[in-house]
T-cell receptor
Framework: AQSVTQLDSHVSVSEGTPVLLRCNYS??????LFWYVQHPNKGLQLLLK??????LVKGINGFEAEFKKSETSFHLTKPSAHMSDAAEYFC????????????FGSGTRLSIRP | EAGVTQFPSHSVIEKGQTVTLRCDPI?????LYWYRRVMGKEIKFLLH????????ESGMPNNRFLAERTGGTYSTLKVQPAELEDSGVYFC?????????????FGPGTRLLVL
């Protein structure tokens, strides 16, 4: 069965410093992977997705993620954090058993220090 | 283009009462999904409609939950009777196609509190 593990429940960085949110996946095949973001009292917004094309995926707001099959990882990065990046981030994997299902990680809350 | 909308945004009810949540998908999206996040847990899949038909309802927790999508447009999710453990955020999502890797577009969620 597919699963995702977000290694940090909370990450705090200073404004202007790099962001790294870690995600490892488990899958018996090459899955599709997504990062979603939820700002306070807002819906889930797609940041980026990987679907077996380029392993380095660029998303919105300067975020990118790299699919590393050998490490079963899909970490989310941003070179320079902005105050508006404070939110909860979810790593998501598609389900092989059902095209309709996606499976969420537990979420990482990102805080930005001024 | 309007996104996925959900109503109400918040609901506070007492144990044993009934609550109905509504989701309006993006126009033209045949696929509609319900998810929920209970306190401190992951966001979990509940069910998936293709037009008015239930494609997959394997995530529905029990028979107190009833989802409908009459006419293949908006959907409702009724909880009757509500229990304390039903508290959480209920998300709706939609997509135009049903295929692996398809992006699902999410609504803002309904925050349900059962007292």
């Amino acid at each position: 069965a597919q699963s995702v593990t977000q290694l940090d429940s909370h990450v705090s960085v200073s404004e202007g410093t790099p962001v790294l949110l870690r995600c490892n996946y488990s899958s018996s095949y090459s899955p599709s992977l997504f990062w979603y973001v939820q700002h306070p009292n807002k819906g889930l917004q797609l940041l980026l997705k990987y679907t077996s094309a380029a392993t380095l995926v660029k998303g919105i707001n300067g975020f990118e993620a790299e699919f590393k099959k050998s490490e079963t990882s899909f970490h989310l990065t941003k070179p320079s954090a902005h105050m508006s990046d404070a939110a909860e981030y979810f790593c998501v994997v598609s389900s092989y058993s059902s095209a309709s299902k996606i499976i969420f990680g537990s979420g990482t809350r990102l805080s930005i220090r001024p | 283009e309007a996104g996925v909308t959900q109503f109400p945004s918040h609901s506070v009810i007492e144990k044993g009462q009934t609550v109905t949540l509504r989701c309006d998908p993006i126009s033209g999206h045949d696929n509609l999904y319900w998810y929920r996040r209970v306190m401190g847990k992951e966001i979990k899949f509940l069910l998936h409609f293709v037009k008015e038909s239930k494609q997959d309802e394997s995530g529905m927790p029990n028979n107190r939950f009833l989802a409908e999508r009459t006419g293949g447009t908006y959907s409702t999710l009724k909880v009757q009777p509500a229990e304390l453990e039903d508290s959480g955020v209920y998300f709706c999502a939609s997509s135009p196609y049903m295929q692996e890797g398809e992006t699902q577009y999410f609504g803002p969620g309904t925050r349900l509190l059962v007292l």
